[in-house]
């Protein structure tokens, strides 16, 4: 990326390189994002469904993991994808993949989470209603997500906005290379670093965009269900 | 439609229910039997276990102590029961599609849901509010919506726990209305109540709970005309509190 | 009904959008090579101009990991690349003793100097001794940033120290700030804190905010720092791609290499001198 050009003419310009690490950052944190709650939303919802042996314990845990600490998750990534690491042999090691695995990683506990807890809230609601109507476990479950959606949905960005915004993982796991693992965080890390800090920030704010847009989705998906369903 | 018998779940016997939460007793061997008919109406001070009562009869409580039996069996699956609970709680659908849940969770097959809807709702008098979200609707309309829920199971038994006790005369005489008739067409009501005026409306007999325990029971007019005991004749005059 | 419908559009979603993900590494998967290298020389803007000449040359994509020097070692040792092309010889030099690597092929060099603030706190501009600069920093306790991070330019740094007699370890006090991070970060921390540091030219050339920093004190032979580029000991790791590693380093120390290498400038400066030949580099 040219040094002294403004984010915003590249933007306008149209410059590959931009576009692509825009590109770049979208799948990766989509994807994690996406991995995240396929796994985060089931495990959340049995948690908060299910009665057992250290469930007190397992929620404070789960809660805790909200807050890992990009950086550490990273390195715990790299040096199992390391070549001198137990799945070396699987060559995942500064590709976006190593990324996704890092960030869904980092972003699966957010949404198991909140998931968590706005099943379990639901649940307290709809617990005699579902009793009363002798619905069945599988049906609860369903009933549970599906009625909590729009929670749900904010959980979900929540995850997508975190992995959209951290750079500690997949500067480790990606190698922030030129052209393949290189994202908006990342060439803001490094153009800062070349002391590019005007041309740093214009990516930034070209990211902070796109935060927002997420963080308007949510919004306007809460208020879509709100006005449906009272 | 003809009054339900076989394979039902009626007679419900209560033999020495004991129901214990923690250090307290809610139901304290209760003997009661509640047989097909007219509806039986439930009255008593707050705390009598009208509530526990019901719930146990619906079959969502074990006792701690005692029996309880449906038709004879002391283990029922719950298909032709139905329970109409005090807050009733909607869920976060229309009004339709409330009713479309409690059908799918009866296993009503979907393709006769549609024509089911349409006529719980009528039934209830909600009809042109089908697609309005439940949690929007008033609180008699939601009420109703209840029991149109309730309903949707095609029970032979429902039990109702204080359906008017937040409504104003009119929801409330629009409730009483759908209870007669959902009544004269052969569903047994098992209904609680704090509103003496509606028991008299409404019942059949009449059972007088008290701190758990069964203290009168017999047919409306009689009960009300000459109570037996002193519970009674004291809760009638509105002095038996607690 | 719309519940089936918004969940099969949902894994469509993350089906295509792990397809989109994977594909574009899948086409690059066959002559492309992993290069562990410095923050220092990807900061210079080397590889962002030397790179797409390599790929129309040899037809390699090269992937270049910056980290410090002694990550990027540390990197290669463990298999993750397959050439490494650093600047602290003493490091590579081990490097080679470890086994993990055959053969070091000196590529260029360029040098550091020391930069310091316009007002110069301890009174050093413009020498010529870098040991007489050093010691007058430490006396006057003026601020000094250190990289601290086991990179070229730290170990160099440390052996500047060591050089003029002075144990730093030890006789270091709050006016030495050691950061732990790249040349970069250095770089903006002594400019935002008007602070002495020690840089490699190229990136100092390079960098865009300069600040109140200025060159002290250039030219002293001490500051001398020779690249070195080296391939991945393939017996050790056979992971590794060693005839591209091979084809890649070739290209560095061939004429139209160092030729290439000689051509990089900044506002007409070249930043790094090609010394692919010269004995005992």
Redesign the interface.
């Known amino acids: 990326m040219p040094d002294n050009v403004s984010a915003f003419h590249l933007l306008l310009t149209g410059d590959p390189t931009l576009f692509a690490i825009v590109r770049l950052s979208l799948l990766v944190s989509l994807s994690a994002g996406l991995i995240a709650a396929l796994i985060g939303v089931p495990l959340g919802a049995l948690i908060a469904l299910t009665a057992f042996r250290g469930r007190e314990l397992t929620i404070v845990v789960l809660n805790a993991l909200m807050g890992l600490p990009p950086v550490v998750v990273g390195l715990t990534v790299y040096l199992m994808l390391s070549r001198s690491g137990p799945l070396g042999s699987w060559g995942l090691l500064f590709t976006p993949e190593a990324m996704v695995v890092a960030q869904a990683l980092l972003v699966t506990p957010i949404i198991a989470a909140l998931t968590r807890q706005t099943i379990e809230d639901l649940w307290v609601e709809y617990r005699d209603e579902l009793a009363a109507m002798n619905v069945g476990p599988w049906r609860r479950v369903r009933t549970l997500i599906w009625d909590a959606r729009f929670s749900l949905v904010t959980a979900l960005l929540a995850g997508f906005g975190r992995a959209a915004a951290e750079v500690g993982a997949i500067i480790i796991v990606g190698g922030n290379i030129e052209g393949f693992t290189r994202t908006m965080t990342t060439a803001i890390a490094l153009e800062t670093s070349k002391g590019n800090l005007a041309l740093a920030i214009g990516l930034g704010t070209v990211l902070m965009i796109v935060v927002v847009l997420v963080s308007g989705l949510a919004w306007a998906a809460r208020r879509a269900g709100e006005r449906f369903a009272g | 439609m003809s009054v339900r018998t076989s394979s039902s779940d009626l007679p419900i016997r209560f033999l020495d229910v004991d129901i214990v939460a923690g250090d307290v007793t809610i139901l304290d061997r209760l003997s009661i039997n509640i047989s097909p008919g007219a509806p039986t109406v439930l009255i008593g001070p707050n705390g009598s276990g009208k509530t526990t009562f019901l719930r146990a009869a ?1 079959g ?1 409580i074990a006792p701690s102590g005692g029996r309880i039996t449906w038709g004879g069996r002391e283990v029922s ?3 032709r029961r ?4 005090q807050r ?2 909607m ?3 229309s009004a339709a599609g409330n009713i479309r ?2 059908l ?3 296993g009503v097959p979907r393709a006769d849901h549609e024509q089911r809807v349409t006529k719980l709702l009528s039934l209830v008098g909600l009809q042109g509010l089908e697609g309005r ?4 609707l008033s609180g008699g309309e939601q009420q109703r919506l209840s029991l149109a ?2 309903l949707a ?1 095609d029970p032979a038994v429902l039990f109702l726990d204080e359906p008017t006790a937040s409504l104003d005369p009119a929801a409330t005489k629009m409730i009483e209305d759908i209870v007669r008739a959902v009544s004269a067409g052969g569903v047994k009501i098992v209904m609680a109540t704090h509103d003496l005026g509606e028991a008299k409306r409404l019942a059949g007999d009449v059972v007088l709970l008290h701190r758990g325990r069964m203290v009168e029971t017999g047919p409306v007019d009689l009960f009300f005309a000459a109570p037996t005991t002193r519970e009674a004749k004291r809760f009638i005059a509105g002095e038996l509190l607690i | 009904m719309i519940f089936i419908h918004t969940r099969r559009t949902l894994i469509a979603i993350a089906a295509l959008g792990l397809v989109l993900a994977v594909a574009p590494t899948m086409a690059q998967e066959d002559r492309s090579i992993v290069v562990a290298s410095t923050t220092s020389t990807q900061d210079s803007g080397l590889f962002d101009y030397l790179l797409p000449i390599i790929k129309q040359k040899t037809g390699i994509t090269v992937k270049v990991v910056a980290q410090g020097t002694g990550q990027a070692l540390d990197t290669a040792r463990r298999g993750d690349a397959d050439v490494v092309f650093v600047h602290a010889k003493a490091e590579e030099l081990k490097f080679l003793a470890e086994g993990e690597s055959l053969k070091r092929y000196p590529v260029m060099y360029n040098d550091f100097v020391l930069l310091g603030p316009k007002n110069d706190p301890a009174g050093v501009a413009g020498m010529k001794d870098i040991g007489h600069a050093l010691r007058g920093i430490k006396d006057r306790r003026a601020s000094f940033i250190s990289r601290g991070d086991r990179s070229g330019t730290h170990v160099a740094e440390l052996a500047l120290w060591k050089d003029t007699g002075i144990d730093i370890d030890t006789e270091k006090g709050s006016w030495y700030k050691s950061i732990g991070q790249g040349m970069g970060a250095a770089l903006n921390t002594a400019s935002a804190s008007n602070a002495y540091v020690l840089c490699d030219r190229a990136t100092w050339l390079h960098f865009r905010n300069k600040g109140e920093l200025q060159i002290a004190v250039e030219g002293d032979r001490r500051m001398f720092n020779q690249y070195g580029v080296m391939l991945v000991n393939p017996d050790k790791h056979p992971n590794v791609k060693k005839l591209l590693g091979q084809e890649f380093i070739n290209y560095l120390i061939s004429p139209a290499g160092q030729n290439d290498i000689a051509n990089y400038e900044i506002d007409g400066q070249p930043l790094f001198y090609p010394n692919a030949n010269q004995a005992g580099a």
């Not at chain 2, 139905?82 to 609970?85: E, K, M, P, R, S």
């Not at chain 2, 979200?133 to 929007?136: I, K, L």
């Open positions: 619906m969502l699956v719950p298909t139905a329970i109409l609970l009733p709680v869920l976060r659908r849940y409690a799918a969770a009866a979200p439940a949690r929007r829920r309730a199971r």
